[in-house]
């Protein structure tokens, strides 16, 4: 019989995921649109905003340390959705500023990010790390699938219901809908994690023994910097942040670049180009759903291993990447949306193959360090998404003045994105093979502790 986490507190985890999101996209999308076109600010403001809100989640480890030390992960979920919900409603105040007073409004504007970046971080890592310590194994790809389901559904019902109450637009208005949606969105996350996290000093059905005596023996916690160097010395942990960071970095370099593209080299109108995206998000949610629900109806087999689909999403994704490369050549003939379509398939796949080695990985160890291994991957993954569509943007600009076609310019970027994927998929290959070779349970919990230390030998 599965022991751990059940369906009903997975769901309810999934909740928060749901409510950040709420809050993230009304700040990456809702208010970067005002700040555009109400506001006429050049798009390098909100921009930036956003980076700053990716820069700052480089603490994650040091906030996964922090839910370490105290034991508990619910004290930090809770009081990052605070941040979360504190930043975004500040953000809106500072994008009504703007207007009255442009160098107050921009001020304030970066404080909140600064907020949201941090709350994002806490309660992120914290809610990954409850997962993955509270979740069986077995469960662990169905897990990451729904939590991340959620959150993309918190992306569309917010920015649908946000945009429909929206009309017609005031700053008074933006206001009182963003504070409104920010304190539901606090409330569902504290009502989910109640009572879910067990008591300080319980077992955990996934944690080994040695975790269980570095539990009994009530050991004072060693600092952040002895805690972070012990982690990084674990060459599963360093490998698989590399992975992540690189696999992210290709994930999401082509953000800000595909509907300029399909603009330009297809000729697809402003809305035509915005429905592609929809294709792309859809085929991410295929291909989530199709690997949670292979892997754990399957997760004893060869193709039910989330190792053989982290390697083969990025496989995948790079072809997918070759191939829309390619279709600039013969943009009247290329079948643009299926090829869309079949990249955001692969993204989903791997992404959440990737999500659910990741919390494979942070429950094992010889400490109670999940939290602080789990900061480290959420690190390598937000410098990797704040990174990916500034490069990919600013290589687009560089190659445009330097190669006379512009499907050539956008081309040699896909081309470079491409190359990435398959960097990843090396990365993660040889765990399946030697899982393999050594007649390893091919099991997910087993690959997610492996992935990279393949390589690493």
Do not use: K
Request: aromatic share 8%; with cysteine; charged share 10%.
């Amino acid at each position: 019989m599965t022991s751990g986490l059940g369906w009903i507190g997975i769901l309810r985890l999934g909740l928060i995921q749901t409510s950040l999101g709420a809050v993230v996209v009304i700040c990456t999308s809702t208010l970067n649109r005002v700040m555009v076109v109400e506001l006429a600010l050049p798009a390098m403001v909100p921009g930036f905003l956003v980076a700053m809100h990716y820069a700052v989640q480089i603490l994650r480890p040091r906030w996964g340390y922090g839910s370490d030390a105290g034991g508990r992960r619910t004290p930090w979920i809770v009081g990052g959705m605070g941040l979360l919900c504190a930043g975004g409603t500040g953000a809106a105040v500072a994008t009504s500023l703007i207007a009255a007073d442009p160098v107050l409004g921009l001020a304030a504007a970066a404080v909140a990010f600064l907020l949201i970046g941090a709350g994002v971080g806490a309660a992120g890592t914290s809610l990954l790390v409850l997962l993955a310590t509270s979740v069986a194994p077995a469960r662990r790809p169905a897990a990451a699938t729904i939590v991340w389901l959620m959150m993309i559904a918190g992306f569309v019902v917010t920015a649908a219901t946000l945009g429909a109450l929206l009309d017609p637009y005031s700053a008074e208005r933006l206001v009182l809908l963003v504070a409104c949606a920010s304190l539901i969105a606090f409330i569902v996350s504290a009502l989910a994690v109640w009572g879910v996290e067990r008591p300080t000093g319980a077992a955990s059905p996934t944690e080994g023994p040695a975790v269980a005596e570095a539990a009994a023996g009530h050991q004072p916690p060693p600092s952040f910097r002895a805690a972070l160097a012990e982690v990084w010395r674990e060459a599963t942990v360093r490998r698989f942040a590399v992975f992540v960071f690189v696999s992210m970095l290709a994930y999401s370099a082509q953000d800000l670049i595909l509907e300029p593209y399909a603009g330009l080299v297809f000729g697809l109108t402003p809305g035509q180009s915005t429905a592609l995206s929809g294709v792309h998000h859809g085929g991410v949610l295929l291909g989530m759903l199709a690997v949670g629900a292979v892997c754990t109806l399957f997760g004893r087999r060869r193709f039910g291993a989330m190792g053989t689909w982290v390697v083969g999403g990025c496989l995948a994704s790079g072809v997918a990447m070759l191939a829309l490369a390619a279709g600039g050549t013969a943009p009247g003939e290329w079948p643009l949306r299926l090829n869309v379509f079949l990249l955001g398939l692969s993204n989903g796949a791997f992404a959440v193959a990737a999500i659910g080695t990741m919390m494979a990985i942070a429950a094992t160890g010889r400490t109670r360090r999940e939290g602080t291994r789990m900061g480290v991957f959420g690190a390598a993954q937000a410098l990797a998404f704040g990174l990916g569509g500034l490069l990919g943007a600013i290589s687009v600009d560089i190659l445009r003045l330097i190669f006379p076609s512009v499907a050539t310019a956008y081309g040699a970027v896909f081309a470079v994105e491409a190359a990435l994927f398959l960097v990843a998929a090396v990365l993660a290959l040889r765990v399946g093979s030697r899982a393999t070779m050594t007649g390893q349970t091919m099991d997910p919990a087993t690959l997610g502790r492996g992935v990279i230390a393949g390589v690493v030998r």
